[in-house]
């Protein structure tokens, strides 16, 4: 079975520019996450889609962060424009079903961005 | 928002030797999860405790539940440098809009030497 697929794996860009980043879930799941990791702490999340909905972003700087999931199977995030506390690991992870105490979460290898 | 707080957050250990990283938090986690993480990759899930007071044996790793749900412990018996990685606590809410929603603690970073 496939895994979660991220692209690029790494990007440098400088600030106030604009950058996307691409996931493709593993088959089949229906939710899909974006989290931020900044080097020494654990994931943030940023977004959460079920299926084609929104179902959490509380957590997604609107000003300058989007997302989209268009058709329910891969996923788009997008920064316009960048700062330099961008600069972390995006992790797109998909679960089954998105809830439940078992929730269990499968991660691409995520894209390491520097802004600089 | 739920936190996590992992400790320690670095550990730095000869093979052979054995370890335990904690994760405690004042809330209640339906379930937690632990994962671990390699440089360049994403977190890799080890296990899922979901009763209070559980205990799960994955060869050298034990991991614990509190029996508050609250907290959790990996313990690591003879480490081996193939140990060496990122260790990710996470919990999944425990209910209302927001049930399964996992938040992470900071990590702890493991090397195990030679």
């Known amino acids: 079975e496939a895994g979660v697929a991220q692209s690029p794996r790494y990007k440098i860009i400088e600030k106030r520019q604009s950058v996307a980043f691409w996931c493709n879930p593993i088959s089949g799941h229906a939710t899909l996450y974006w989290y931020q990791q900044i080097l020494g702490q654990g994931p943030k999340l940023l977004i959460q889609f079920q299926n084609n909905g929104v179902v959490d972003d509380s957590q997604l700087p609107k000003d300058r962060f989007s997302a989209e999931r268009l058709k329910g199977v891969d996923s788009t995030l997008k920064i316009q424009p960048a700062k330099l506390e961008d600069s972390a690991v995006y992790l797109c992870?998909?679960?089954?079903?998105?809830?439940?105490?078992?929730?269990?979460?499968?991660f691409g290898p995520g894209t390491r961005l520097t802004v600089l | 928002t739920q936190l996590l707080e992992q400790s320690p957050q670095f550990l730095s250990i000869q093979e052979g030797e054995n370890l335990t990283v904690y994760c405690n938090s004042s809330s209640v986690f339906s379930s937690l999860q632990w994962y671990r993480q390699e440089p360049g990759e994403g977190p890799v899930l080890l296990v899922t405790v979901v009763t209070g007071g559980e205990v799960k044996k994955l060869k050298r790793l034990t991991f614990q539940f509190g029996d508050a749900r609250k907290d959790s412990s990996l313990h690591i018996t003879a480490a081996q440098p193939g140990d060496t990685g990122l260790y990710l606590c996470?919990?999944?809410?425990?209910?209302?809009?927001?049930?399964?929603?996992?938040?992470f603690g900071q990590g702890t970073i493991l090397t195990v030497h030679p």
């Open positions: 992870a998909s679960s089954l079903r998105g809830s439940g105490r078992h929730n269990e979460q499968f």
């Open positions: 996470a919990g999944a809410e425990a209910g209302g809009t927001s049930y399964g929603k996992l938040t």
